[in-house]
C-alpha cells in the first residue's frame, strides 16, 4: 500500500471522529437546553406517565445519535476530499507546498459548496 494511502484513511478517519463527537455534542447541548423531561399531564396512572418519559428520552437519545452520524458523514466527506487532493497533488506535483493545501481547499470547498445547494 502507498505510504500516502495510509495517510489519506488515517487523517479521514480522526477528521470523522472529531465530525462524530462535534455533531453528537451540538445536538447533546441542544437537547439539555430543553430541560428536563417532564411527566405528561393527561397520563392516566405513573406507569403511563412513566412509559412517556422513558419514550421521550429515546427520542432525545436517538437525536444525538442521528447528529453524530451525520457528523460524521459531513466531516469524513470534506476531510477525504481535502486530503484525498492534497496527497493526490502532490504526488502528481512530486512537491510539498503550499499548493498542495490551497488544491485541497479548493476542492473541499466546492464539496461544500454543492451540498449547501
Given amino acids: 500500500m502507498p505510504q500516502e494511502l495510509g495517510e489519506w484513511a488515517q487523517d479521514t478517519t480522526v477528521a470523522a471522529f472529531a465530525g462524530t463527537l462535534l455533531g453528537g455534542f451540538q445536538q447533546w447541548r441542544h437537547e439539555r437546553s430543553a430541560g428536563p423531561i417532564q411527566p405528561p399531564e393527561n397520563a392516566p396512572t405513573k406507569a403511563h406517565a412513566a412509559r412517556a418519559m422513558a419514550e421521550e428520552q429515546t427520542q432525545r ?3 444525538v445519535v442521528n447528529a453524530s452520524v451525520k457528523g460524521t458523514a459531513r466531516f469524513g466527506a470534506l476531510a477525504g476530499v481535502f486530503y484525498g487532493t492534497h496527497l493526490m497533488s502532490s504526488v502528481w ?15 473541499a470547498g466546492a464539496l461544500l459548496g454543492l451540498s449547501c445547494e
Wanted: hydrophobic share 50%.
Fill in 61 to 63: 437519545l436517538l437525536r
Fill in 93 to 107: 506535483r512530486a512537491r510539498h507546498d503550499f499548493y498542495n493545501a490551497a488544491f485541497g481547499g479548493l476542492a
